[in-house]
């Protein structure tokens, strides 16, 4: 049985999906360990600097989070566009199949 354009765009579908939820995953725990090495950095200095550096630091660190996070789901959103429009066009451009008058009464009043 030969899937249909619908099966395959599913498909499609749940791949670019699985692919965008591994890159996020792996972008942000890649930016955590990031902060996670500057905010390590701020241990030598004293203990008032410390403390509004780490609060200066970890609101970046949450935007940062926040940008990568919309921009990768901007990405998935544009990939799953691009699967939905090819698979539009793929069922405007498949024939049309039409049957003759003959064939269509055999069909329609056969016994």
């Known amino acids: 049985m030969l899937a249909q354009p619908d099966d395959e765009a599913a498909v499609m579908r749940a791949r670019i999906m699985a692919a965008f939820a591994s890159l996020l995953d792996i972008a942000i725990a890649r930016l955590l360990l990031h902060y996670a090495a500057r905010m390590a950095g701020l241990l030598t200095f004293g203990k ?3 403390l509004a550096a780490m609060a200066a630091l970890q609101q970046e660190r949450d935007e940062a989070v926040q940008r990568l996070r919309q921009s990768i ?4 959103r544009r ?3 691009s699967v939905r429009d090819r698979a539009r066009r793929s069922l405007l451009a498949r024939p049309v199949r039409k049957l003759d008058r003959r064939s269509r009464l055999s069909t329609y009043c056969s016994p």
Not at 73 to 76: G, I, K, Q, T, V
Request: aromatic content about 0%.
């Open 48 to 50: 008032s600097e410390r």
């Open 73 to 76: 789901l901007e990405e998935r």
């Open 79 to 81: 990939a799953l566009r």
